[in-house]
């Protein structure tokens, strides 16, 4: 098939790679100039790590990402809300922390290599089904004709905004992130959060080597309206308020200006079902959450390859679309909701909630029951409320 992709992030990449392994011809229909990648480096799970496997470009990542062994969150007075860690599931599991510059580069070199083509300062305003065709109609009024249009543009898309069964929210709560060089002794396989309440939460998430040094994504939570002042405050402050919720984490942020500090925001999207006349929606722009669970880029690339999967059956495009959705449409909506639901627990002004959650998280945490589901969660391996995949 002649397939269009619309966005030249990771889950567009990915799905451009698999696809044209398979003899697709594939063009990935690129916003930005000159593409590069976006966002704070990110946990891996191993669901995902699989796939990278499988697109080829897992063993040239694993050489400098940080092998994530462990989830370590504790409140400012150092009570334990969750500890987790991979190997209770399986001997030798983990999770990957990546810089997203490193991983987009391998996407896009795997995807190149597969003979996907990137169409770079391509700004689609609308992608509509029309019987035989699907058509990306550009900003300059141009239009783009292909059989099969996948829509990969990230959680703040509208391209699927109005049609049958899509929502999106946008969360209120957003971070704050910089890329961090780690200090000697600081701990490269644990992911560290430190909270106090709901509206104060710091993590650092180490991301492999840069330059042969260990570094790290550190985030500080943030409400939306809220990041103006903070820009027009002195960056004094913050560290100042850093090294109060955190003390160890204030050589972190002792060297960052201002400038190297970004600021994301994220929305709950949903796309039931993601796809329409010869139109599909993946990725973040089909059910786009919040970080907390670390899921983001591998439910996207579990959506890369159920659709390479889907497509690869007999039958008609249709039916074929819906073998994908049906594929995803329990995991999905069970990250969904679970990010939903853990979401105001540590980005909320609800009151009353930290300081339940400060004393109920630990104790129910160490039931042994409860205790698997979050880590099945985390490791990215849930399938429903019920169901998982084995380790």
Not at 12 to 17: K, M, R, S
Not at 89 to 110: C, D, K, M, Q, V
Not at 302 to 321: F, H, I, T, V, W
């Amino acid at each position: 098939m002649h397939v269009g992709i619309v966005g030249g992030g990771l889950a567009g990449l990915a799905t451009a790679a698999l696809l044209a392994r398979d003899g697709h011809r594939v063009e990935v229909l690129e916003r930005a100039a000159a593409p590069r990648p976006i966002g704070a480096g990110l946990l891996l799970q191993p669901p995902g790590a699989a796939i990278l496997g499988r697109i080829g470009v897992l063993d040239a990542l694993s050489g400098t990402a940080a092998k994530v062994r462990r989830l370590d969150s504790r409140t400012t007075t150092g009570t334990r809300l969750l500890d987790l860690q991979y190997e209770d599931l399986a001997e030798g599991l983990h999770g990957l922390g990546l810089t997203r510059p490193a991983i987009w580069a391998a996407l896009s070199a795997a995807a190149a290599a597969a003979g996907a083509a990137v169409t770079p300062g391509c700004q689609v305003a609308r992608v509509e089904g029309l019987g035989e065709a699907a058509v990306a109609v550009l900003a300059d009024g141009s239009y783009r004709r292909f059989e099969l249009i996948v829509v990969a543009a990230g959680t703040h898309a509208t391209l699927w905004s109005g049609r049958p069964g899509h929502a999106a929210r946008p969360y209120g709560w957003g971070c704050l992130w910089a890329t961090v060089q780690l200090p000697p002794g600081w701990p490269s396989d644990v992911l560290m959060q430190r909270c106090e309440g709901t509206r104060i939460m710091v993590g650092v998430l180490p991301t492999g080597l840069i330059e042969g040094r260990p570094a790290a994504a550190l985030y500080w939570s943030i409400r939306n309206d809220c990041v103006p002042a903070w820009r027009a405050s002195p960056i004094a402050t913050w560290r100042q308020e850093v090294a109060r919720v955190w003390p160890e984490a204030a050589e972190l942020v002792a060297p960052l200006a201002p400038e190297q500090v970004e600021h994301a925001s994220y929305r709950d999207v949903w796309a039931a079902p993601p796809f329409a006349d010869r139109l599909v929606v993946l990725g973040d722009a089909a059910h786009g959450t919040s970080p907390q669970l670390g899921q983001g880029t591998t439910q996207a690339l579990r959506d890369a390859l159920a659709l390479a999967e889907a497509l690869s059956l007999p039958g008609a495009l249709d039916a074929r679309l819906d073998t994908y959705w049906q594929s995803r449409r329990r995991r999905t909506a069970f990250y969904r909701l679970a990010s939903r639901a853990l979401t105001p627990v540590f980005q909320s002004d609800l009151p009353g909630l930290g300081w339940m959650r400060d004393r109920l998280a630990g104790p129910v945490g160490r039931i042994p029951l409860v205790r698997r589901q979050a880590l099945l969660t985390l490791a990215g391996l849930k399938t429903g409320l019920w169901g998982a995949d084995p380790p």
